[in-house]
């Protein structure tokens, strides 16, 4: 379940229903008995129904042609201290994709109804026009349900909505006691969710007597209420008693990230560093991915002592190595962290990086996105063996046809450029579609570059979009390979540019996320977006006519790197929305002074 809410509160809401939905399994006990020690110790001890009344902006390098001229050296840094965008957005650049869609739907005046968007649009206020403003005895609930639009599911959504609203755990409270009066029973899921109440409101006390009423009516507990109980439990005195459910989950499933993170946030909260770290490790050593509370919790607790330097290095590296990005609550603490350090005067400052690929805040040219010799052959040897040759390959393509494109590559020149000649020849809607790739050629071919455009043999039958001079004058500026037109292009495009070496670019609108998948492990997939990204350009709005111009990443990697005396570690902004295969525009630098 989804909620429109702005706040890190309506993420960690999210996380518990997902923790709540993920071990759901149970069906209802008899719960009128053990009432009383669950609300007993603030409530009078009375009926059962009396007690329960009470950005910013990217920056991507212009292909630019011989005719073009670059802003003069000083121009540039003016312009850039101003942090105004200077070149289009990348379509790499966070956030572009989403921009585009929403530009579709406007285009096509298919803008998202918020009447249409349900419940899952409502914000938190309107959730409580729903909730009762205080406790209700049995037969106001009883009179509130008969007038619902659906009494069967009244206890249930009437729990979720107060966890959605936060309302007040006494009304919860009452909810339940008028269930267990009515029916002698508390539907698990009700309990569940109740719990989830209490956890998410910081309700420790409550948290503690559910735990021991369902530790009487239960011989075990499902993973979903024990992901509850640690969370919950971790911020209490009795936070070791999460350590003992964290090993019953194993029992049973993987614990979660989530699980590992809220028993190491309740190690440090007390006290209990070596613990935290030991959990931390451990759930390294699972394979699974710490949460961004895990790490922020790390920064904030772990200290400044010389071992916890070294540790909290490890933490930056293990990013780096697995391209993870910290949003912009945890790199504030990463930002506190280093300027704490008493015996090192370190700077740190939210900046950008210009289109040189240098930090606008330090000017200190940061690491370049051009693969080395060896990523280059470790990379062009998977895509060869998993991409072009892999099990699939021939549902794409023919082997006579792949061997002939092979033999074709090896008896050209290197190649410069690489056209992805369909995709590009479809980047403006108006006039023929081999007028703008012509256009295109030519711009390439007026560089001095040595290109090969691929296409589909259905691009050699004369045609409106396919005009037959057009055609010849592509042929004439470059080599071109045509494909069966069942066939895909896209590993023939990677081949060939794999093959011609690493100065080889490709132009394509293809962001090749389906032959990224094919490849065997994260390494290799986090090196094909680095290439990727360093060597695939865009075309950007041509129109028919005027001048074509191409958009490329950025010079540098968009990865957390150090020199030494110099952290600079992109992040993603607050409610930036960020595909899988866009890359953050703004960094932390963070600089050491020289003693």
């Keep these: 379940m989804v ?117 899952l649009s ?33 206890e249930v959504r009437m729990m979720a909505l107060m966890l959605a609203a936060e309302a007040d755990v006494n009304i919860a409270k009452s909810l339940l006691a008028y269930v267990a009066v009515e029916k002698g029973e508390v539907p698990y899921m009700l309990l569940l969710r109740y719990l989830a109440l209490c956890v998410s409101g910081g309700h420790h006390s409550e948290v503690l007597d559910t735990y021991d009423v369902m530790r009487r009516c239960f011989k075990a507990l499902d993973s979903g209420a024990y992901s509850l109980l640690i969370k919950g439990f971790s911020q209490t005195e009795r936070w070791r ?61 772990a200290g400044t002592e010389h071992q916890q330097r070294h540790r909290l290095a490890d933490v930056l590296t293990y990013m780096r190595e697995n391209q993870v990005y910290p949003e912009e609550p945890l790199a504030r603490s990463i930002k506190a962290w280093f300027e704490s350090l008493p015996d090192e005067k370190w700077r740190g400052r939210f900046s950008s990086v210009d289109s040189s690929g240098r930090c606008r805040g330090c000017r200190a040219e940061l690491e370049s996105i051009e693969l080395t010799e060896e990523e280059y052959a470790q990379l062009r040897h998977r895509v060869m063996t998993d991409v072009i040759e892999g099990r699939d390959v021939f549902n794409k393509t023919t082997p006579e046809e792949l061997e002939s494109f092979k033999s074709f590559v090896k008896k050209s020149p290197a190649f410069d450029v690489i056209v992805d000649g369909l995709n590009v020849a479809s980047v403006s809607p108006k006039g023929p579609k081999s007028q703008t790739l012509l256009a295109v050629v030519s711009e390439l071919r007026d560089q001095g570059l040595n290109v090969l455009v691929l296409g589909r043999k259905h691009m050699l039958r004369p045609s409106w979009n396919w005009d037959r001079h057009d055609i010849h004058q592509i042929r004439q500026k470059s080599l071109c390979f045509f494909t069966e037109n069942i066939s895909e292009d896209d590993p023939f495009l990677l081949y060939a540019a794999l093959h011609s070496g690493n100065h080889c670019n490709f132009v394509s609108r293809d962001l090749m996320r389906d032959h990224k998948a094919c490849l065997p492990d994260g390494a290799t997939r986090r090196l094909f977006f680095k290439w990727q990204r360093g060597h695939q350009l865009v075309v950007q709005g041509y129109v028919p006519g005027k001048k074509v111009r191409f958009q490329r990443a950025l010079r540098c990697d968009t990865v957390i790197q150090s020199s030494g005396a110099a952290w600079h570690i992109p992040y993603d902004e607050d409610g930036a929305e960020r595909s899988t295969y866009e890359v953050p525009q703004r960094w932390l630098c963070l600089t050491k002074e020289q003693q």
Excluded at 130 to 147: D, F, H, N, T
């Design 3 to 119: 909620f429109l809410v702005s706040c890190r509160e309506g993420h960690r809401l999210q996380a518990l229903y997902l923790e709540l939905i993920r071990g759901w399994r149970m069906g209802s006990f008899a719960f009128v008995k053990y009432l009383r020690p669950l609300f007993g110790h603030q409530l009078p001890r009375q009926s059962v129904p009396a007690a329960l009344r009470r950005k910013d902006h990217p920056n991507v390098q212009l292909y630019c042609t011989s005719k073009e001229k670059r802003l003069p050296e000083a121009q540039s840094r003016k312009s850039s201290q101003r942090e105004e965008p200077a070149f289009p957005k990348s379509v790499f650049a966070a956030g572009t994709a989403k921009r585009t869609a929403e530009f579709l739907k406007r285009r096509a005046g298919t803008g998202t109804d918020p009447e249409q968007a349900g419940g």
């Design 122 to 154: 409502r914000d938190r206020a309107s959730f409580r026009g729903e909730i009762p403003e205080g406790p209700l005895s049995a037969p106001e609930w009883r009179k509130l349900k008969e007038s619902s639009s659906r009494p069967e599911r009244f």
């Design 241 to 301: 008693e999460a350590l003992v459910m964290l090993e019953e989950i194993k029992k049973v499933i993987m614990p979660s990230p989530r699980n590992y993170g809220d028993a190491i946030a309740g190690a440090f909260l007390h006290g209990d560093g070596e613990t935290g770290w030991m959990l931390y490790g451990e759930l390294l050593a699972l394979g699974l991915t710490p949460n961004q509370d895990t790490w922020q919790c790390l920064f904030e607790n």
